[in-house]
């Protein structure tokens, strides 16, 4: 069964890199799946905030593209978000998922999530 | 872009139907996805394209699209099942997700 784990700094300071590791375990990242980070800010609903596939093909939200990079680590069987210049509007949930892609994506399995604060 | 409507709550009696819409223009030639998320949880996925229950996801989740309405409806509803839930489509080159809507079992 596949499992996903969120890690990185829970507080960033405003105007820097915000970066996220997401290891996979019980699955290969090497499949016909996507990976994606998804997150929420607090009380609201879920963004979206784009997808990988193990080629490292990415698929980007449009209203973050500019600030951001996911990348893979197949030997580690991992992903990672990299959004650059964060502001208080960056505070949220984050998720990892890894994403089915028959037809349509969705978000099969998710990590836990983990709470980042943007924050002098 | 493309947005998707949900009311932000919806009330059903214990053991009776639930029904929870998402409006979106032509939504029904989309594949509609549905996640219960309750809190500090993560989301969890109870309906995919449009009709499909992933294995473990009670017989009484049930999903239906058409039009420019689809609809996550639950059956025999449980204290259990309250939640929050979010619909959610692919268009065109970006993931969409709804506003969520408050399930409360009365």
């Known amino acids: 069964q596949v499992q996903l784990q969120e890690s990185g700094p829970g507080l960033v300071k405003p105007s820097e890199p915000l970066s996220l590791t997401c290891a996979v375990s019980?699955?290969?990242?090497?499949?016909?799946?996507?990976w994606g980070w998804v997150r929420q800010p607090p009380g609201q609903g879920p963004e979206w905030i784009g997808n990988?596939?193990?080629?490292?093909?990415?698929y980007y939200n449009p209203s973050l593209k500019s600030r951001l990079t996911i990348s893979v680590d197949t030997s580690k069987n991992q992903f990672s978000l990299k959004l650059s210049s964060v502001s208080a509007a960056d505070t949220a949930v984050y998720y990892c998922?890894?994403?089915?892609?028959?037809?349509?994506?969705?978000?099969?399995?998710w990590g836990q999530g983990t709470l980042v604060t943007v924050s002098s | 872009s493309y947005d998707l409507t949900q009311p932000l709550s919806v009330s059903v009696a214990l053991g009776q139907t639930a029904s929870i819409t998402c409006g979106g223009n032509t939504i029904g030639s989309k594949n509609v996805h549905w996640y219960q998320q309750k809190p500090g949880q993560a989301p969890v996925l109870v309906i995919y394209?449009?009709?499909n229950r992933p294995s473990g996801i009670p017989e009484r989740f049930s999903g239906s699209n058409s039009g420019n309405t689809a609809t996550l409806t639950i059956s025999r509803a449980q204290a259990g099942d309250e939640a929050d839930y979010f619909c959610q489509v692919w268009h065109s080159i970006a993931v969409v997700f709804g506003g969520g809507t408050k399930l409360t079992v009365l």
């Open positions: 990988i596939d193990h080629n490292g093909n990415t």
């Open positions: 019980g699955y290969s990242i090497i499949s016909d799946y996507y």
């Open positions: 394209r449009d009709n």
């Open positions: 998922a890894r994403v089915a892609t028959v037809h349509t994506y969705y978000f099969d399995s």
